[in-house]
């Protein structure tokens, strides 16, 4: 059983950074006494900016379209990569209905039987259903039959009240409604926080609870991740900090003790402070896209090799893939 919600909040307000992260270390160790860090080759594809930039040329079939997303996965297959994370929108910014979603998937297990495709946050599921006026849970039947295999772990809102109206974020009870449903219907899916966008402490111990709950009802998170908030105007001096970042990083490892991987993410927070992540309960440091952050698998590989750990490629399920 991991630490109470009192106990996480005791961390939180603590100065003791380094006993917090010898503790989280200490349950990462227990999950995960090979002492490996894995990492995954994928790409994240904005199906929205394709398919504008498709009609913008000229092409107005939404299939022509969906082939510039089928040559951006097999770029990514070229490589190694085993997955491909999908911004898809909803079906009203799509231009066409459920049936839109369903053919772009069944077009990419057509070409690529063995990619994992991820698609949909909850928010985007939701506005789905509502349109083609169907429940969620039949919604993502629909789609998974189709070809999508899990849906994204992001778009909650853990500040109530704050930032209404913005596309994509919604409330923690819809979002772990969204995510029950996937998982009854057999997909299993990731968590993302996003902390330091305005949220009390409180607020964030009331959402690892909420995803430690589901998960002890569904077991269907593969993994955590907890993410920084992006800097306020993009200077990083007003941004969220190391220390903070790898308090928040530890204090979820110890919370959420029955979700198997915790994921730090490097490209926002630099190598030593991802380097320590791996110190503070982390097991895994996510997608390699040298597209997005100009680092190679070699690179990644090298990272985790010098924090003392053997680096290890897996699949979007973490199922380990080979020992580099």
């Known amino acids: 059983m991991g630490i109470s919600g009192e106990q996480a909040l005791d961390c939180f307000r603590s100065d003791d950074l380094v006993g917090i992260g010898m ?19 994928g790409c994240s594809i904005d199906c929205a900016a394709v398919m504008d930039v498709g009609t913008q040329a000229g092409n107005t079939s ?7 997303v089928f040559d951006e996965i097999g770029e990514t297959v070229a490589m190694g990569g085993t997955g491909a994370r999908l911004v898809c929108g909803s079906e009203l910014e799509m231009g066409g209905g459920i049936e839109w979603l369903e053919g772009l998937f069944r077009g990419i297990k057509q070409r690529f039987p063995s990619i994992w495709i991820e698609g949909l946050s909850a928010a985007e ?3 789905n259903a509502g349109a083609c006026g169907l429940g969620l849970q039949e919604t993502l039947a629909r789609l998974r039959e189709a070809g999508l295999d899990s849906i994204s772990g992001n778009g909650v809102d853990l500040a109530d009240g704050v930032g209404q109206g913005r596309a994509g974020r919604f409330s923690v009870p819809e979002w772990v ?21 305005g949220e009390t402490l409180e607020q964030r111990v009331d959402f690892l609870q909420a995803v430690r709950q589901l998960q002890e009802e569904t ?9 920084a908030a992006a800097a306020p105007g993009g200077r990083e001096l007003d941004g969220v900090t190391a220390v903070e970042r790898l308090k928040t990083l530890a204090i979820s490892r110890m919370f ?12 926002a927070q630099g190598i030593k402070v991802l380097q320590m992540g791996l110190r503070f309960g982390a097991n895994d440091v996510g997608p390699v896209a040298p597209e997005c952050s100009g680092a190679s698998e070699e690179d990644v590989r090298r990272i985790i090799r010098d924090a003392g750990f053997m680096p290890v490629q897996r699949d979007m399920v973490y199922r380990t893939m080979m020992l580099n």
Request: glycine share 10%; hydrophobic share 45%; proline share 3%.
């Open 23 to 41: 503790e989280a270390d200490a349950v990462r160790r227990r999950l995960h006494p090979e002492s490996v860090v894995s990492y995954v080759i």
């Open 62 to 68: 939404g299939v022509g379209c969906a082939h510039r």
């Open 125 to 127: 599921v939701v506005t």
């Open 177 to 197: 409604e969204v995510h029950r449903a996937a998982h009854r219907v057999g997909m299993r899916t990731a968590a993302t926080m996003t902390f330091g966008a």
């Open 219 to 227: 077991g269907g998170f593969a993994a955590f991740v907890p993410v």
């Open 256 to 267: 959420l003790d029955n979700i198997e991987n915790m994921q730090t993410i490097g490209a």
